[in-house]
């Protein structure tokens, strides 16, 4: 990730589940409503869902039907594409695809975040 603004590390995403009263999951994006409301039981989210939880953003893809959207959807307006699938990749926990470095930055930051949520006590109850 190269614009500053939009850095984050694995203690702003153990703040964002815990500030926010969610819990981790792996291998799926999270669903928002247009208000930033998450659709999703038990309050379950990947971790660019929880960094977005609660922004009041807007559907942008028109073939998302009552104003529900994915976190990839609104990511992609934040992060290029590469650098959320090497973040996916590396949070869900699967093996590196690509060997460009942003995609290789990105993987390393998603399982350092990985990590970190496996290590915290209590984000890592029933996972």
């Known amino acids: 990730m ?6 984050f590390t694995p203690a702003d995403v153990i703040k964002a589940y815990k500030e ?3 819990s ?13 409301e998450l659709v999703a039981e038990n309050a379950c989210c990947c971790a660019l869902g929880a960094l977005i939880a609660g922004e009041k953003v807007a559907a942008t893809h ?13 990511v992609q307006k934040k992060y290029p594409w ?14 590196p695809e690509e060997d460009r470095v ?17 290590d915290d006590p209590e984000l890592s109850q029933g996972i």
């Open 24 to 36: 981790p999951t792996f291998g799926c994006y999270s669903i928002y409503r247009e208000n930033g």
């Open 62 to 74: 028109p073939s998302i039907a009552d104003d529900y959207f994915s976190v990839s959807t609104f």
């Open 20 to 22: 926010k009263g969610l």
């Open 102 to 118: 942003s995609y290789l930055e990105s993987y390393e930051l998603g399982k350092n975040c990985r990590q970190a949520v496996l």
């Open 2 to 7: 190269n614009e500053s603004e939009n850095k």
């Open 82 to 95: 590469l650098m959320i699938r090497g973040f996916t990749d590396g949070f869900d926990g699967h093996e």
